[in-house]
């Protein structure tokens, strides 16, 4: 069966200082990879996707980057983070296929202080 | 942007049907209807989708009027863990499939 991974659950960092939070999928090959931020009380923003190794596409225009090395693997970076980078992300995959659902990671709850 | 809209919030007591609304007139004759809840400090889980007819599965029933302007998410016999973050989210479910969340409607289900 396929497991997704995010860590870590939680992260206090300092403004200014670098970002790198992972996510790994297990159990299928080739998905599509999303990052999805949630501010305090708001609705899930898509922030990125990716549909292959190296293919990233940036929904919105920000301070953050995503990189996706290995064929199961997202990576959510910034070099210096804003104080309106705090938030819950969530990072999700799905098959490669049309109409198909999102299964999301348990989050990383980023508090930049 | 969104493009639908829900109820900002909505209570039910357990063990009685939770009817969920969402608007989607907008909606396009290749979008399909999905609904996700998070409970909270929680991922989304996917609940159900649908594309004109009715579906149904093991956690609830998706019933879509028929010009598919609005849909009903219905959860049979609600529990205090039904209590979560409704979305009801529109895509033409594309290869990318990616979905656009909006803030939902909380569902709270009342002992």
Known sequence: SQTIHQWPATLVQPVGSPLSLECTV???????????RQ?????LQLL???VGIGQISSEVPQNLSASRP????????SKKLLLSDSGFY???WSEGRTNEKLFFGSGTQLSVL | DAKTTQPTSMDC???RAANLPCNHSTISGNEYVYWYRQIHSQGPQYIIHGLKNNET?????LIITE??????LILPHATLRDTAVYYCIVSDGGATNKLIFGTGTLLAVQP
């Open chain 1, 70 to 77: 290995q064929d199961r693997q997202f990576i959510l970076s």
């Open chain 2, 13 to 15: 007591a357990e063990g």
């Open chain 2, 67 to 72: 010009d598919r302007k609005s849909s009903t």
């Open chain 1, 39 to 43: 501010a305090a009380g708001r609705g």
């Open chain 2, 57 to 61: 599965n093991e956690m609830a029933s």
């Open chain 1, 26 to 36: 297990e159990g299928t090959s080739n998905p599509n990879l999303y990052w999805y």
């Open chain 1, 90 to 92: 969530l990072c999700a």
């Open chain 1, 48 to 50: 990125f996707y990716s």
